[in-house]
């Protein structure tokens, strides 16, 4: 094949895929990965795939267990803000608290990075906040995907997505059978809206002219925007220890379809949950978000975490000791229900005083 020096001669970059700044940034973000390992992962960044070892890791019979999930729309807030530094942790977050209600150890973390094209400052800060979160999770960052697609996203524009596998021992598994009637329910404080509802949140935005970059409405001493975009709190390390020392028998990770939508993935058929609303304080930005919107508590319920991040069941013998075990991990716990008998066809998750606490 002869090229025609007459002729523009076209490049890949010339198609806005700069080869070379992806280059960079791989190096740049490799002491980002290694400072991840962890036993059983010690890959470098760059091979075509990467190899764990459960058994260096420590486990004798380990069942996998695999997540993967997104930022969602919350990106939208932190690209108009400038602000890349956070949505990593969101992505580690929301994929790794999956695999914990299953009581999974994570062990490895892999992330797609798409843009139309590669600011490698940007770029940086996001896999900065990915390996923050792998560290927070005590997982190992062995890989992933920078795509750069001009023509799919528009300029500044960018989209990330997450895959994390875990590993439990076969006799540790969470399953839904060991609930029973009775059995008492904790709720963990979430650290804002986590990575749900932001459509409707950026809708409200738009709607109402909120600046992000004003003191927030319910809280004079923090910028809207930085509460919007609080990083979705990471629970693996407190509910791992909850597990192992046999106190906690289910978890239900909040998020999207909130309270009404989550519990219910981790329950017998037999059972329904109790909660009320009294239980635990309404935060002020989801009370704010709801007189803004008018939006009704059922509604708030259904689309939000409404200030809990994660719903642990416990036995009501170890109660007080799973709360002192959540606390000194660094929760935030309230005591929100208990496990009911559930009638035939009634739903699964009840709020009482709903309307009554949350419209007061």
Same mark, same amino acid.
């Given at each position: 094949?002869?090229?025609?020096?007459s002729?523009k001669?076209?490049?890949?970059?010339?198609?806005?895929?700069?080869?070379?700044?992806?280059?960079?940034?791989?190096?740049?973000?490799?002491?980002?990965?290694?400072?991840?390992? =962890?036993?059983?992962?010690?890959?470098?960044?760059?091979?075509?795939?990467?190899?764990?070892?459960?058994?260096?890791?420590?486990?004798?019979?380990?069942?996998?267990?695999?997540a993967?999930?997104?930022?969602?729309?919350?990106?939208?807030i932190a690209?108009?803000?400038?602000?890349?530094?956070?949505?990593?942790?969101?992505?580690?977050?929301?994929?790794?608290?999956?695999?914990?209600?299953?009581?999974?150890?994570?062990?490895?973390?892999?992330?797609?990075?798409?843009?139309?094209?590669?600011?490698?400052?940007?770029?940086?800060?996001?896999?900065?906040?990915?390996?923050?979160?792998? =560290?927070?999770?005590?997982?190992?960052?062995?890989?992933?995907?920078?795509?750069?697609?001009p023509?799919?996203?528009?300029?500044?524009?960018?989209?990330?997505?997450?895959?994390?596998?875990?590993?439990?021992?076969?006799?540790?598994?969470?399953?839904?059978?060991?609930?029973?009637?009775?059995?008492?329910? *904790?709720?963990?404080?979430?650290?804002?809206?986590?990575?749900?509802?932001?459509? *409707?949140?950026?809708?409200?935005?738009?709607?109402?002219?909120?600046?992000?970059?004003?003191?927030?409405?319910?809280?004079?001493?923090?910028?809207?925007?930085?509460?919007?975009?609080?990083?979705?709190?990471?629970?693996?390390?407190?509910?791992?220890?909850?597990i192992?020392?046999?106190?906690?028998?289910?978890?239900?990770?909040?998020?999207?379809?909130?309270?009404?939508?989550?519990?219910? =993935?981790?329950l017998?058929?037999?059972?329904?949950?109790?909660?009320?609303?009294?239980?635990?304080?309404?935060?002020?930005?989801?009370?704010?978000?709801a007189?803004?919107?008018?939006?009704?508590?059922?509604?708030?319920?259904?689309?939000?975490?409404?200030? *809990?991040?994660?719903?642990?069941?416990?036995?009501?013998?170890?109660?007080?000791?799973?709360?002192?075990?959540?606390?000194?991990?660094?929760?935030?716990?309230?005591t929100?229900?208990?496990?009911?008998?559930?009638?035939?066809?009634?739903?699964?998750?009840?709020?009482?005083?709903?309307?009554?606490?949350?419209?007061?």
């Amino acid at each position: 094949m002869k090229t025609d020096s007459s002729k523009k001669s076209y490049r890949y970059k010339d198609a806005g895929v700069d080869i070379a700044a992806g280059n960079s940034l791989v190096e740049a973000i490799k002491p980002l990965a290694a400072s991840t390992r =962890r036993a059983g992962a010690d890959a470098d960044l760059g091979g075509f795939g990467a190899i764990f070892d459960p058994k260096a890791a420590g486990f004798k019979d380990p069942l996998l267990v695999s997540a993967t999930d997104g930022v969602g729309t919350k990106l939208k807030i932190a690209i108009d803000m400038n602000r890349h530094d956070t949505v990593g942790i969101d992505l580690v977050a929301m994929c790794v608290n999956d695999l914990v209600v299953q009581g999974a150890e994570p062990l490895f973390f892999l992330d797609y990075f798409a843009t139309g094209g590669l600011d490698i400052a940007a770029a940086r800060d996001i896999i900065a906040g990915i390996a923050e979160g792998c =560290r927070q999770a005590g997982c190992a960052l062995i890989g992933g995907e920078t795509a750069e697609m001009p023509g799919m996203y528009a300029s500044g524009d960018y989209d990330l997505a997450g895959f994390t596998v875990g590993a439990v021992e076969r006799d540790q598994l969470l399953k839904a059978d060991n609930l029973g009637a009775g059995d008492i329910l *904790l709720g963990l404080a979430s650290s804002g809206l986590h990575s749900n509802g932001f459509s *409707l949140v950026r809708r409200l935005m738009a709607d109402f002219k909120c600046d992000y970059n004003a003191p927030a409405p319910f809280d004079s001493q923090k910028m809207l925007g930085d509460v919007l975009i609080e990083p979705t709190r990471i629970y693996v390390n407190s509910c791992l220890q909850g597990i192992r020392a046999g106190h906690i028998k289910a978890l239900s990770h909040i998020t999207g379809g909130g309270l009404f939508e989550n519990i219910p =993935r981790i329950l017998p058929s037999t059972l329904a949950a109790d909660l009320d609303a009294n239980g635990w304080p309404l935060p002020p930005l989801f009370r704010w978000l709801a007189e803004l919107g008018n939006i009704a508590p059922r509604e708030l319920a259904t689309t939000f975490n409404c200030g *809990l991040g994660m719903v642990v069941a416990v036995a009501p013998e170890n109660v007080e000791a799973a709360i002192t075990l959540l606390e000194k991990a660094g929760e935030t716990v309230f005591t929100v229900g208990r496990l009911v008998p559930r009638e035939m066809d009634a739903p699964q998750v009840i709020i009482r005083e709903l309307e009554t606490t949350w419209q007061n």
